[in-house]
Each structure stands twice: as structure tokens, then as C-alpha cells.
């Protein structure tokens, strides 16, 4: 079993629409959380990052976090075809005896139709 | 800024041949690490630097060499190339160990091993 779980998709969506994306996860120590876009052939930018639990808004974007379902959600409120691009979760447990180790998903492709 | 700037943007090589991807950052990025993204697979650390003369191994090293002689720049050698090596490579900075998953990428080296 991988320790962070992603639809793949293709997810496909009206402009306009809202967008959720979702990620699951095993490692009950993972505390930081990220959401990577990566528009094609191009390298992955990174959008929201959040600690712990909770909420985090960032214009249409909204980073949601559930420690205790180990789930993760990206929303996208009035998506635009300019978000059409492979969205990637990842998450670390930071150990500071070494680097951070962060795993990513493998990444949802999301497709805005105009 | 160019931020952090990858060459070549492509490479075919054949089996056994040697190659070096380059890697650059002009933030004064503390950490600097390499990945490799395949199809399914998330993207992968390959090795990390954090700071000038200090490397460690990711997880999937073999067949990689890396080194960090300066603070801007993060060379990935393929020693002997095989076609498991043919892969999407990502070099990747952030400005210090402590928020090593604010990661800023380069755009990447599509290698194809024949």
C-alpha cells in the first residue's frame, strides 16, 4: 500500500464549477501538508501549504485538512481553464536530525472546459 | 531571478553511456535536491544537499552521483545509464532545511535511455 493515495483522474469540469481534489494517507505522522500544480511539461509550483489540521484559504483556493480521516482536500472555487494542470498532494513528518522526506501522490490531471 | 534553471531539456542516451544533468539556483537556496517522476509513481528523491559539501542519498539512489562543490549549483551524474533510467528529472530548492517542502523546481530533464 503507497503511504499517499491520489485519483489519477482525468477529472473533467465545466468553467466555473467547483473543483474539489482529494488525497488519502497512512503515516498518522505526517504534519505538513502541500498541493503542487504542474502545468504540462513544465516543473511542479507549489499552491497551498498547511500544519496540522484545519482550513487555509488562498484567493480560489481552499487547503483542507482531516489528521484524524488522514485526508486532504484541494478546493477550487470558479475554476478557470487556466487551472487546467496535474495537481499533486504531498505531506512530510519532519525529523530534524535529517531533510525533510516528503512523499507525493502521483497526481490528478484536472481539465477545465471553457 | 531565473530561479532555479535545469540543461538539458532533453538527452537520448544508450545503455552504459555516462551523462551529467545540470542544475542551477540563483536564491541562495540552502537546500537543493534531485527527483524523478514516472508515470504512476509520484515523484521520487533521488539525493539531497543540504548545504555546499553536504550530500545524502534519497530514496532511489543507485546508479546516481551527485555532489555540491558551490551553494548555487547541484550536478546529477548517471554513471553507466540503463533504460530504467529513462525518466522525467526535477531538480528542486528551498531556502533552508527547516522549510524543506516549500520546494521550488526546475523545469525539468525528459531523459530517454535506449
Known amino acids: 500500500q503507497k503511504e499517499v493515495e491520489q485519483d489519477p483522474g482525468p477529472l473533467s469540469v465545466p468553467e466555473g464549477a467547483i473543483v474539489s481534489l482529494n488525497c488519502t494517507y497512512s503515516?498518522?505522522?505526517?504534519?505538513?501538508f502541500m498541493w503542487y500544480r504542474q502545468y504540462s511539461r513544465k516543473g511542479p509550483e507549489l499552491l497551498m501549504y498547511?500544519?496540522?489540521?484545519g482550513n487555509k484559504e488562498d484567493g480560489r483556493f481552499t487547503a483542507q485538512v482531516d489528521k484524524s480521516s488522514k485526508y486532504i482536500s484541494l478546493f477550487i472555487r470558479d475554476s478557470q481553464p487556466s487551472d487546467s494542470a496535474t495537481y499533486l498532494c504531498a505531506m512530510s513528518a519532519r525529523f530534524y536530525s535529517s531533510a525533510s522526506k516528503i512523499i507525493f501522490g502521483s497526481g490528478t490531471r484536472l481539465s477545465i472546459r471553457p | 531571478n531565473a530561479g532555479v534553471t535545469q540543461t538539458p531539456k532533453f538527452q537520448v542516451l544508450k545503455t552504459g553511456q555516462s551523462m551529467t544533468l545540470q542544475c542551477a539556483q540563483d536564491?541562495?537556496?540552502?537546500?537543493m535536491s534531485w527527483y524523478r517522476q514516472d508515470p504512476g509513481m509520484g515523484l521520487r528523491l533521488i539525493h539531497y544537499s543540504v548545504g555546499a559539501g553536504i550530500t545524502d542519498q534519497g530514496e532511489v539512489p543507485n546508479g546516481y552521483n551527485v555532489s555540491r562543490s558551490t551553494t548555487e549549483d547541484f550536478p546529477l551524474r548517471l554513471l553507466s545509464a540503463a533504460p530504467s533510467q529513462t525518466s522525467v528529472y526535477f531538480c528542486a530548492s528551498s531556502y533552508s532545511v527547516r522549510e524543506g517542502e516549500k520546494l521550488f523546481f526546475g523545469s525539468g530533464t525528459q531523459l530517454s535511455v535506449l
Open positions: 503515516n498518522s505522522a505526517f504534519q505538513y
Open positions: 498547511t500544519y496540522s489540521s
Open positions: 536564491m541562495n537556496h540552502e537546500y
